[in-house]
Nanobody, 115 residues
Framework: QVQLVETGGGLVQAGESLTLSCAAS????????MGWYRQAPGKQRELVAS???????NYADSVKGRFTISRDNAKKTVALQMNSLKPEDTAVYYCNAVFYRDDYWGQGTQVTVSS
């Protein structure tokens, strides 16, 4: 059974930092591309950051320079370090694992940034 469990969400003030973590089980983690997505109320889910199995990263323009994605294959985790948070970063953040047609999602964790 595949599980992706996100932790680390919460309520912070603008300018503060938060780190999200996603723990995977039931998959050969090292072969999966991992990503963080977010969905704000009334908006579509969007890609925030992704990291390939080789460690190449990609970021949404809105978070470049503020967020950092990293992975630990030994621990089967992927993290999202979020700095200089803004109210517009408020959303439910989801962890995603992809390998060809295998596509798994976590349940999400709420991040709320107050102004």
């Amino acid at each position: 059974q595949v599980q992706l469990v996100e932790t680390g969400g919460g309520l912070v003030q603008a300018g503060e930092s938060l780190t999200l973590s996603c723990a995977a089980s039931g998959i050969i983690f090292s072969i999966y591309a991992m990503g963080w997505y977010r969905q704000a109320p009334g908006k579509q889910r969007e890609l925030v950051a992704s990291i390939t199995r080789g460690g190449n990263t990609n970021y949404a323009d809105s978070v470049k320079g503020r967020f950092t994605i990293s992975r630990d294959n030994a621990k089967k985790t992927v993290a999202l370090q979020m700095n200089s948070l803004k109210p517009e970063d408020t959303a439910v953040y989801y962890c995603n694992a992809v390998f060809y047609r295998d596509d798994y999602w976590g349940q999400g964790t709420q991040v709320t940034v107050s102004s």
